[in-house]
Nanobody, 120 residues
Framework: QVQLVESGGGSVQAGGSLRLSCAVS?????LGWFRQVPGKEREAVAA???????HYADSMEGRFTVAKDDAMSTLYLQLNRVKPEDTAMYYC?????????????????WGQGTQVTVSS
């Protein structure tokens, strides 16, 4: 059974940085980050495959960096130059198959989420 536990969320001022972590237990081949604002659909942020290949939503590439440890037991998301519109609940997700990364309904496992709030 795969379990995911996020941490590292909090409040930050616009222009600042934050690093999110996700502790992963169980074998998976792709880990992703999604975010959601109340009333809106869950939005893909970034993902990383077991071979280290990374994927980013166009609007976030360059500001956000996804990474993992070698054992695929911890997932990270570095958020830089954050904006108020980055305010959301951020979720860690995992799936056992490599392929399409940006569709939330193909991920089998989800964490409980960690809140990021960016003030202007």
């Amino acid at each position: 059974q795969v379990q995911l536990v996020e941490s590292g969320g909090g409040s930050v001022q616009a222009g600042g940085s934050l690093r999110l972590s996700c502790a992963v237990s169980g074998a998976v081949n792709c880990l992703g980050w999604f975010r959601q604002v109340p009333g809106k659909e869950r939005e893909a942020v970034a993902a990383i495959d077991i071979d280290g290949s990374t994927h980013y939503a166009d609007s976030m590439e360059g500001r956000f960096t996804v990474a993992k440890d070698d054992a695929m037991s911890t997932l990270y998301l570095q958020l830089n130059r954050v904006k108020p519109e980055d305010t959301a609940m951020y979720y860690c997700a995992a799936k056992k198959y490599i392929g399409t990364w940006y569709e939330y309904d193909i991920y089998s496992y989800w964490g409980q989420g960690t809140q990021v709030t960016v003030s202007s």
